[in-house]
């Protein structure tokens, strides 16, 4: 049975929480928590969505291109695609925001995956999915609402997917994408 991205999903090192809200083709929109001092991500950026960060509670420092944004509750940043950005909680205090993609693409069958991988604890020390099971899902869903890492060339990445393909087709973790995703 396919992952409910519905449901809450809890980051067990972490405590990052995600829980979708709405989806439509013209945007999927989901709930994300952080703890105080939680959540840096890499750098990364989005090919194909904007994507905007509506601050319910706590306040979010995001660096988009270099450029450093605050947003405090009932405040937003959008970030356009193809912009490089990092968001982070420095606070004391839980981050609380609604995260929307525009457009919603194949975002729900993504957090399907990601869901599925960080339940499943194919993560790493810090709490990151494993790099090679989510590449291996991107490549095999011909993710549209894929995320590259900005310090990674785009060729570069584009073979690494290729790569976590093919060791992911021998070490069958198509099974484990079809009970995500079916």
């Not at 869903?141 to 785009?154: G, N, Q, T, V």
Request: charged share 25%; with cysteine; proline share 6%.
């Amino acid at each position: 049975m396919a992952i409910d991205v519905y449901q809450q999903c809890i980051n067990p090192i972490t405590g990052e929480t995600f829980k979708a809200l709405n989806e439509t083709p013209y945007a999927y929109s989901m709930l994300w928590t952080v703890q105080p001092k939680g959540y840096v991500p890499i750098e990364h950026l989005h090919y194909h969505q904007d994507e905007t960060f509506h601050v319910q509670k706590g306040q979010l420092k995001m660096v988009i291109e270099g450029k450093e944004h605050i947003a405090g509750p009932g405040e937003k940043i959008v970030v356009m695609k193809g912009k490089q950005h990092i968001a982070f909680n420095n606070k004391e205090e839980i981050l609380e925001a609604t995260i929307e993609y525009r457009p919603a693409l194949d975002q729900e069958k993504f957090m399907q995956c990601f869901y599925g991988l960080i339940t499943d604890g194919y993560i790493d020390e810090k709490g990151a999915p494993s790099v090679p099971m989510i590449g291996y899902m991107l490549k095999k869903m011909k993710c549209k609402a894929m995320a590259r890492p900005a310090s990674i060339p785009a060729p570069m990445f584009k073979m690494a997917l290729s790569f976590f393909y093919l060791l992911g087709t021998l070490k069958g973790w198509g099974k484990l994408y079809d009970r995500y995703t079916k």
